[in-house]
C-alpha cells in the first residue's frame, strides 16, 4: 500500500537518491510514485513486488474465465464436455474409441 508522505517524490528526486529509493522499496515492497511537474507520472516497483502482482493478477484472470464459464452453463449457454470431445474427434479424424 502507498504511504502518501513515504512514497511519492519527484523523478528529479528519485534522480538525485536512486539507491535510497531502491533500498526503501525492497525493504517496504510498496511502489514510490513519480512526479513531474506535480504531476503523477510514473510508478517504480521493486522486481519481486512486480512479480507478485503479475501472479496475482493471472490469477485473478483465470478466476473470471471460470466464473464466466460457469454463468454460461447455468444459463443454458455452452457444450458439455462429452459434445466437446465428440466435436474435436470429428474434426481432426480420430475415431471414437
Known amino acids: 500500500m502507498i ?14 537518491r536512486t539507491n535510497d529509493f ?4 525492497k525493504e517496504t ?7 513531474v511537474n506535480g504531476k ?3 510508478v517504480v516497483q521493486d522486481a519481486q513486488s ?3 502482482m ?6 485473478m484472470d483465470a478466476i473470471d474465465g471460470i466464473r464466466r464459464g460457469l454463468e454460461q452453463m447455468e444459463q443454458g449457454n455452452g457444450t458439455s464436455a ?13 475415431p471414437n474409441g
Open 82 to 94: 462429452a459434445e466437446a470431445f465428440a466435436e474435436y474427434r470429428k474434426r481432426h479424424g480420430i
Open 22 to 25: 531502491v533500498k526503501q522499496m
Open 50 to 52: 512486480y512479480q507478485i
Open 54 to 59: 503479475l501472479e496475482r493478477m493471472e490469477r
Open 40 to 42: 503523477a507520472e510514473l
Open 3 to 16: 504511504n502518501l508522505d513515504r512514497d511519492i517524490h519527484s523523478l528529479t528526486d528519485f534522480k538525485r
Open 29 to 35: 515492497k510498496a511502489p514510490v510514485v513519480l512526479t
